[in-house]
């Protein structure tokens, strides 16, 4: 194959979160052949995060030899709720700004000079898994990722699950009538108890009313403008009892949540990923499997319940394929 072939197959991914942009570029074979990754802006609006989603992949596009024009696509997934057809983003709540739609695709594909198409984030890291990762054997399974929100994502019948655009949120499933304040508005969502973005409003509210915690000194021993996954681990591995506190509560909510789309669905596998479910690793799986077995139906056997096998790259991986498609 010549080079001026090999160019033109390279492809970019770009995982957008709520905390960082992760930028791949990756060939035929999607080996990655650079990467970057910057934080996520956490002011302005939809026009600086997508500022910042280029800068990152330029920069990604430069480690691999290339440029962001000479790609066949690039391929981005995304929190909020994604119309693929229209190239547009609504209602990502967990980032700045973003309360209305926004056409990202256009937009985003001006700045790097080449197509772009969009996919919802936890759908594309779930694809990604069942092409290339653990996901690969089974027929049916539902994918949560636990970081800034809980997202989620469907394999059923050995295809994606989109619904009418909107399928998987399972961060934003009910499990306690008029709990907690969720960030999308609702009350008592798995999110409310289990999300970063909502753990940290809740743990700063605590620590206002007189709640020691170690979590704002490790946000700036880390040079961290949040508390990310990073923090929330290292309070935990210090005996924090706040973080403690508030870890257990999102684990007994993931589980609960898990066990009632289970309950729905019948799934083969159930996979965790996100930050927290990455950082945490297989023993908070294990955790979020025993949370399950309480609610799960008498009647329903437990589906198997692992780690994303693609870590922190599998949501940018699961975009480029939405260029190889």
Known sequence: MSKE?????????????????????????????????????????????????????????TAAGTSTDALRGVGVGSPGSVDAGAGTVSSARNLPGWDGSYPLAAELGKLLGTRVALGNDVQVAIGAEF???AAKRYDSLIGIFWGT???????????PWHGRGGAGEIGHMVIHVGGRRCPCGNEGCVEAYAGRAAMEAHARHEMEQGRKSHLLKLMEEKQRERFTSAVWAAAVERG?????????????ALGAGAASAVNLLDVEAVLIGGGLGVRFGEEYVERIRKAMAKHLFPGHTMPDVQLVSLGDLGGALGATLLVAE
Do not use: C, F
Not at 149 to 159: A, C, D, F, H, N
Not at 241 to 248: N, Q, R, S, T
């Open 5 to 61: 072939h090999e160019q033109a197959e390279l492809r970019g991914g770009v995982d957008l979160g709520g905390t960082k942009i992760e930028a791949i570029v990756v060939d035929a074979s999607n080996e990655v052949l650079g990467s970057a990754r910057h934080p996520t802006p956490t002011s302005g609006g939809p026009q600086d995060v997508a500022a910042e989603m280029a800068a990152t992949l330029r920069e990604a596009a």
């Open 131 to 133: 092409a290339l990762g």
């Open 149 to 159: 929100g809980v997202g989620g994502g469907l394999i059923l019948g050995r295809e």
């Open 240 to 252: 924090d009892e706040l973080a403690i506190e508030l870890i257990d509560g999102a684990v007994a």
